[in-house]
């Protein structure tokens, strides 16, 4: 059974940073592509950033670009999405999603987890 478990989820406040982490399990992490995608509240999901199996290859959304890290540790199925100066935009709940394609689009990513809350402190 594939599983992709998000932690690090939490409040955050403007100019704060964040560090979510997705641990997949079931499946043979190294061939996947991991990718990051947020659904704010009343909008539709949006992808944020992605990491190719071979590491060395990322993509980031343009309202990410600049402030934020996609890596991943192949030897401990993990992937993480480091994000600094949040933005009050930056609020939702966010996904990570293995795939066996290198794309932006949701429909490229098979396997999905149940998403980690990121709520801004107003």
């Known amino acids: 059974q594939v599983q992709l478990v998000e932690s690090g989820g939490g409040l955050v406040q403007a100019g704060g940073s964040l560090r979510l982490s997705c641990e997949v399990s079931?499946?043979?992490?190294?061939?996947?592509?991991l990718a990051w995608f947020r659904r704010a509240p009343g909008k539709e999901r949006e992808f944020v950033a992605a990491?190719?199996?071979?590491?060395?290859?990322?993509l980031y959304a343009d309202s990410v670009k600049g402030r934020s890290l996609c890596t991943r540790d192949n030897a401990k199925n993990t992937a993480f999405l480091q994000m600094n100066s949040l933005r009050p935009k930056d609020a939702a709940v966010y996904y990570c999603?293995?795939?066996?394609?290198?794309?932006?689009?949701?429909?490229?990513?098979?396997?999905w987890g149940q998403g980690t809350q990121v709520p801004f402190s107003s």
């Open positions: 990491i190719g199996r071979n590491v060395d290859t990322t």
């Open positions: 079931g499946l043979m992490f190294n061939i996947y592509n």
């Open positions: 999603a293995a795939g066996q394609t290198f794309a932006r689009v949701p429909a490229s990513y098979h396997y």
